[in-house]
């Protein structure tokens, strides 16, 4: 069973940059895609981004294709999702997720949640 814990939210102001990382144990955390979800105050929890178990293939959602970047260091157990040209609308709590079935982290969602880290975009 993998465990997931997130890290590198903050506050920023619109235009700005941040990066999450999420630390993954426990299992073989190579074996599971990982993904990036968020969830806005008064709204359900929406994908972000995913990548697969290499690395190589990787998804986004309509609203960060151009801004976000998610990467993954299999070495570390560690994913990222580099964060920019932030805008107020971006602003959320970003958990990670990881399963050993891709579409499940692009689908339905991941059987596996880190706490949550807060990201507020100010303008």
């Known amino acids: 069973q993998v465990q997931l814990v997130e890290s590198g939210g903050g506050l920023v102001q619109a235009g700005g940059s941040l990066r999450l990382s999420c630390a993954a144990s426990?299992?073989?955390?190579?074996?599971?895609?990982m993904g990036w979800f968020r969830q806005a105050p008064g709204k359900e929890r929406v994908f972000v981004a995913a990548i697969d178990r290499s690395g190589f293939a990787r998804d986004y959602a309509d609203s960060v294709k151009g801004r976000f970047t998610i990467s993954r260091d299999n070495r570390k157990n560690i994913m990222y999702l580099q964060m920019s040209s932030l805008k107020v609308e971006d602003t959320a709590a970003y958990y990670c997720g990881a399963d050993p079935d891709r579409r499940a982290v692009v689908g339905a969602g991941p059987g596996y949640w880190g706490q949550g880290t807060q990201v507020t975009v100010s303008s």
């Open positions: 426990g299992g073989t955390v190579r074996s599971y895609a």
